[in-house]
Each structure stands twice: as structure tokens, then as C-alpha cells.
């Protein structure tokens, strides 16, 4: 009898506890306007999250958490005093067009507000799910780490973006690899995108990331990624290993800490991106409608275009009377060159000035009779620097690049996302919009939404683009045709295209000097629609252009911002079609990785009428010969469908007017 009453007791027990477990736990869901993502949000002793897209469970019991400096973690034990919702569909207009002149931002929001004064809000879209922290503290804060977790509910595949350490330009070829084949040693930054079904694509990343560092992923058990992040950086030194100048400078002595915060802010925004068709990750803009509104008023004076410009081509200019060089005689040709095809700028790369004092100029080079000459022919001059001698003298130096008529900067080396490059990155896009300065950022991560908040940043790097052929073979097609589909959803991509020179894999060489590119023609040209940067560089030789008039008279035509963008196509890594917009002009590119295909082109998107098409497209002898094209002019309609043939690493791209009858 007192074994029975003993039993009965512990059975009560557990039970009270159970019961109390349950009371204690708080589920939400928040869902996507169509009903199609369900965001589940756990509020236990640990908040985790769940997505659920199409009634396939995708990501589960995915944990967030930030740990403070006294060990208090904002995510234990928590207590919800309140929860608050919203539905928003509006149209946002952006200052600079990258994919089309209005966005429509519609999402359901759920905040959840703690006790611990701090708020998570959470959001689904009908194209991904994104959440952040808000902090309400009246004290500063230390950060001491953040928890993201992403765990996947099946073995998963993923592009892996590898990366070594921190200290990096964030250009990596992506490794399709098993998720739980990875581990915590394993590094990539962002964006990552996983295959974690057949139907399903997920690609992560983050945006609205001002003073704080950048996040980074590594995988951990099982089918999981694990968010990581540079610590603070509390005194940087010159890395004479790789260079004597100021080129690599990296974090000497770090913090145990990742940021130094106000203690009233928001914190960035973990995005999952959702992708059932890769079409869909070509269209999401999620990165720019979740990032901090525009503090720059009046952009009249943005002007996006294309740029001539002098690095990778090794300023090989030739059938001239002058010595070609880092000199005015040589960039006066590069002036002369980009007014011929309505060229906006041409950009002064390194050499200019003495690496160390950005305001010592060369003195083979007259910068401001540089500047002077392009005005009179309608060209900007933009000026190469590295971020830490820009930074020494960063007010001096802008004034005096603004008094000389400078239009912009390029700004290159930074190498790092810690909180204090990050925080750097927004004083130049600041000090720079109160001069009217663009800037292009290089030696750089992956954009995180400066380009909302500062649209005078049109570009940046972060991608391994076309320098790379100047010194390796791995810039095939089919990384070209990868890269839309994961780099590009984060945002802007300064890749560089352009080249005059082409070859097909076999007869492809590596060259310092004279740089070449893998593919055909028509698959450089192609890159000026399908790939996104209002400020896009042209890399090739400008004596290579004008020989090559028809194809440069081509690309002066195509836009570097858009109206209004339509997949048509889409494969990542095998192929993809894509047709912009601008001035009621059409421009369809088209891009393929190393198979030979057909693609059908269904023009069906035009208004009724009649149209003019110019087409490039790979010529009978490209698979053998890649520099080889046939340009193509003839009448359509919307009622066509036009069957694109593409060689190896072929192209194709096509003009759209309206005909004048």
C-alpha cells in the first residue's frame, strides 16, 4: 500500500509539472499574407522559432538569444508582457532603382515585448521571414555575443561560401555540400543560400546593419548553422606579410566582446529568404525593404551609369603617340573615350596618388586638369583610395575631392564587418552625401542595406568578379551564372564586366597584363542587364572598345537602373533570361554555364504593337572562337517567342523598341 501511495505521488508530481510546463509555454504564429509561410515563434525558458512553408516544416526549434555583459542573456527564461501585431501593405519608391521603380512591402508583424526591456519583432512575407532585436535600456550595452540558429528539419544541401577568417575581401566560389557534413570549424559569409527540399529554396542573410558587426554563419549539428560574428577590434595593426603599404591592416588585439551599443536601439534583421521556383530569388528585395529608410532627402544629384575604367586592363591603350601609364595624357584618352559612347565617368584606380597621404598626388598625373577636361566633355572623374589613408585625412580629403569636381569614391581594402569597420563604412556614406559624393565600396562585405539608408552608395564588391581572370581560372560560366541567384539577392554586385576578350575553357590563359575572360561575347555583353550595379564598370582597354565598335556602341546603350524587372528563365548555375525596363525600352540578357542550350524567349510581357529588337547573339564559330558574335535586327511583337541558341558559356541580349511606323 505505501509502494502504491509513493507511485501515485511521483505520477502527481510529474503531472503538476508537465501542466506547469505547458502554462508556462507561449506559442505565436505570425503567417505570410497569402497564408502559404507560417512563422512559429516558442517562448519556453528559450525562445526558438519554426518555418513552415507550403505545410513542409523547413526550419524547427531555431534558437535566438543575446548575451549582454553581465552574462544576462536576453532570451532565457523570458516573460512576455505584450504582444503587439500589424499588417502593412504599402508601395515603397526607392531613390535608386536597382530592380524597378516601386516595391510592394506586404507582411503581418508580431512584436513580442519582454519583461527584460527588450522587444523581438518578427515578420513573414509571402517571400521569406526575417526577425530582429530591439533593446530599451537606459544604460550603454556590451554585447558579448548573439545567438542565430538555423536548423534545418531534413539533411540539406547548401552553397557554402568558405571562407578562411574574418579578415577578408568576402569573394568565395560557393561549394555545394552537405549540411551535416560541416562543422563548427567551418566558416562562410553571407549570403548562404540551402536546398533544404526539392520544392524549396532558402537563401540567409541579413540587412539594416549600422553599429554592429557582420553576421557570419558555421554549421554545427547535424543539418544546423550557427550565426558567428567578429569580435570588437580594440587596436589594428598593418600586416607587412602581404603588403608595405596600407592595404592590409588587421585587428591586432580583440575584445571578449562583439559590439559597444546604445542601450535604446534596434539590431539588424536575420532574413530567410524563400524560393519555390529559382526565379524567385532573382525578384527578392527583401534586403532593401527590411533596411533603414533613406536619410538623404533630395537624390536628384545620385546619377547612376557606367564607368570606363583602367585597373584590369592594365591601362593598355594603344595606336597613341604617348607613353600609356598612370599619366594625363593616358586618362584624357579614357575621357575622350567614354564621351564618344555617353559614358558617365572614368575612375582614377591606384596610382594616382602615393599609397599613405591620399592629397599627394603623382606628379605624372594633373588630377583637377583631369577633372577640368572631363566637364567640358561631359565626363565624371571618380577617385581609387584605401580606407585607412582616406580615413586619416577623411574630412580634409573629401573637401578637397568635392572642390576639385570629383564625382565620387571608390573606396577599397576595409577587408573586415566588425563594429567599427561597419560603423566606418556609414561615416563615409554620410560624409559623403553631405558633399554629393557617390561611392563604391571594394575590398568590401556584402551589402547589408547602406544602399537604402545612403543611396549614394550605388555599389560595391564583395563578389568574386572579373580581377579574378587576371590571376586564376575559376571564373567559369557557371560560377557567372550562380552568382545572381545568391550574391546578387543581397544587393548591388560590382563583378566588372566588359571584356573584349573571350575564350572558351580550353584555350583560356591567365594573364596579368593582358587579362581575358571565360565565355563568349555575348555572354560579357548579357551581364550589363542580368547583372545589378548602378554604377557598372566597363574593365576593358578603351583602344579594345573602340576597335570593337559595335559591340561597345551596344552596351552604351544598355541602363544601369531599372523600372520594372521579369525572369524568364532560370537555373542556378545553368542558366537564366532576364528582362528590365527603362524608358519604355525593353533589354533581355540571357547567360548560360558551360552546356550548349536553347532557351525560348516568350516576349509576351510587351504591349500590344509593333517592335524593333537588336539582338546580339553567339556567333556560328563562338564554341570554338568565343570573341565571336552576329548582331541581329529584326520585328516582333508580344504574340513572338524567340529561341535564343547559346553555345558553352554563351550569351545573348537584346535591345526592344517600339517601331516607328
Known amino acids: 500500500m505505501k509502494t502504491l501511495k509513493k507511485t501515485n505521488l511521483h505520477l502527481g508530481l510529474l503531472l503538476i509539472f508537465f501542466f506547469c510546463k505547458i502554462a508556462f509555454s507561449q506559442e505565436y504564429t505570425v503567417s505570410s499574407p497569402d497564408k502559404k509561410i507560417d512563422f512559429k515563434i516558442s517562448v519556453k525558458d528559450k525562445i526558438t522559432y519554426s518555418v513552415i512553408i507550403d505545410e ?13 555583459s553581465d552574462k544576462k542573456v536576453l532570451g532565457n527564461i523570458p516573460k512576455v508582457i505584450k504582444e503587439k501585431r500589424n499588417a502593412i501593405d504599402q508601395l515603397l519608391y526607392p531613390q535608386l532603382r536597382v530592380k524597378s521603380k516601386e516595391v510592394r512591402d506586404y507582411f503581418n508583424e508580431l512584436t513580442l515585448v519582454f519583461k527584460e526591456n527588450y522587444k523581438i519583432h518578427f515578420r513573414a512575407y509571402n517571400n521569406g521571414v526575417a526577425y530582429r532585436f530591439e533593446t530599451n535600456f537606459k544604460e550603454d550595452l556590451i554585447i558579448r555575443s548573439e545567438e542565430a540558429n538555423f536548423n534545418f528539419e531534413k539533411e ?69 548553422l550557427q550565426a558567428t560574428f567578429p569580435v570588437y577590434a580594440l587596436e589594428v595593426k598593418k600586416d607587412s606579410s602581404r603588403w608595405k603599404d596600407d592595404r592590409s591592416i588587421r585587428v591586432s588585439k580583440a575584445a571578449d566582446y562583439i559590439a559597444k551599443v546604445k542601450g535604446d536601439r534596434t539590431y539588424p534583421w536575420r532574413i530567410i529568404c524563400v524560393s519555390r521556383k529559382d526565379e524567385d530569388l532573382l525578384t ?59 559614358i558617365e565617368y572614368i575612375l582614377l584606380d591606384e596610382g594616382w596618388y602615393k599609397l599613405g597621404d591620399v592629397l599627394d598626388i603623382m606628379p605624372d598625373i594633373d588630377v583637377k586638369e583631369l577633372i577640368k577636361y572631363g566637364e567640358s566633355k561631359n565626363v565624371g572623374v571618380i577617385l581609387w583610395v584605401t580606407w585607412s589613408s582616406l580615413d586619416q585625412k577623411l574630412q580634409e580629403a573629401l573637401d578637397e575631392f568635392k572642390n576639385w569636381g ?53 555599389t560595391r564588391e564583395g563578389v568574386k568578379g572579373a580581377e579574378n581572370n587576371k590571376w586564376a581560372d575559376y571564373i567559369t560560366p557557371t560560377h557567372n551564372v550562380t552568382l545572381p541567384f545568391i550574391r546578387m539577392v543581397a544587393g548591388p554586385m560590382d563583378y566588372t564586366p566588359g571584356a573584349m576578350v573571350n575564350a572558351q575553357k580550353e584555350n583560356f590563359a591567365i594573364s596579368w597584363n593582358r587579362p581575358m575572360s571565360m565565355g563568349t561575347r555575348c555572354h560579357q555583353i548579357a551581364m550589363y542587364i542580368v547583372y545589378e550595379s548602378p554604377l557598372q564598370m566597363l574593365c576593358d582597354s578603351p583602344s579594345n572598345y573602340l576597335k570593337e565598335d559595335e559591340t561597345t556602341k551596344f552596351i552604351s546603350k544598355i541602363p544601369t537602373v531599372w523600372e520594372e524587372t521579369k525572369v524568364l528563365n532560370a537555373s542556378i548555375g545553368e542558366y537564366l533570361t532576364i528582362a528590365r525596363k527603362s524608358n519604355e525600352k525593353w533589354f533581355i540578357g540571357a547567360m548560360a554555364n558551360e552546356k550548349q542550350r536553347s532557351l525560348n524567349i516568350d516576349l509576351s510581357f510587351l504591349e500590344e504593337g509593333k517592335y524593333t529588337i537588336e539582338i546580339f547573339q553567339d556567333g556560328v564559330n563562338a564554341e570554338r572562337y568565343a570573341s565571336d558574335y552576329k548582331r541581329v535586327i529584326k520585328e516582333v511583337s508580344g504574340k513572338d517567342v524567340i529561341t535564343a541558341e547559346l553555345v558553352s558559356g554563351g550569351g545573348w541580349a537584346a535591345i526592344i523598341s517600339k517601331s516607328n511606323d
Open 56 to 68: 513542409e516544416h523547413i526550419l524547427e526549434k531555431s534558437s535566438l538569444s543575446l548575451t549582454l
Open 406 to 458: 570629383a564625382k565620387g569614391v571608390k573606396v577599397d581594402f576595409m577587408q573586415r564587418d566588425d563594429q567599427w569597420m561597419v560603423e566606418y563604412y556609414e561615416r563615409v556614406a554620410k560624409e559623403c552625401a553631405r558633399r554629393e559624393l557617390l561611392v563604391n565600396f571594394h575590398g568590401s562585405y556584402k551589402p547589408s542595406g547602406l544602399r537604402r539608408t545612403y543611396p549614394n552608395v550605388l
Open 156 to 224: 540539406t544541401k547548401v552553397y557554402f561560401s568558405r571562407e578562411k577568417e574574418f579578415f577578408s575581401h568576402n569573394e568565395r566560389l560557393y561549394e555545394l555540400s552537405d549540411l551535416d557534413t560541416l562543422s563548427l570549424d567551418d566558416l562562410a559569409s553571407l549570403p548562404v543560400l540551402v536546398k533544404p527540399s526539392n520544392k524549396i529554396k532558402v537563401l540567409i542573410t541579413e540587412t539594416g546593419l549600422l553599429d554592429y558587426p557582420g553576421m557570419w554563419l558555421t554549421g554545427g549539428e547535424k543539418s544546423n
Open 284 to 342: 527578392n528585395q527583401l534586403t532593401y525593404q527590411l533596411a533603414e529608410p533613406s536619410k538623404i532627402e533630395n537624390a536628384s544629384w545620385i546619377k547612376p551609369g557606367k564607368v570606363a575604367w583602367d585597373w584590369w586592363n592594365f591601362n593598355n591603350i594603344y595606336g597613341v603617340d604617348f607613353k600609356a601609364g598612370v599619366n594625363t595624357d593616358t586618362y584624357k584618352y579614357y575621357i575622350d573615350f567614354a564621351s564618344k559612347y555617353g
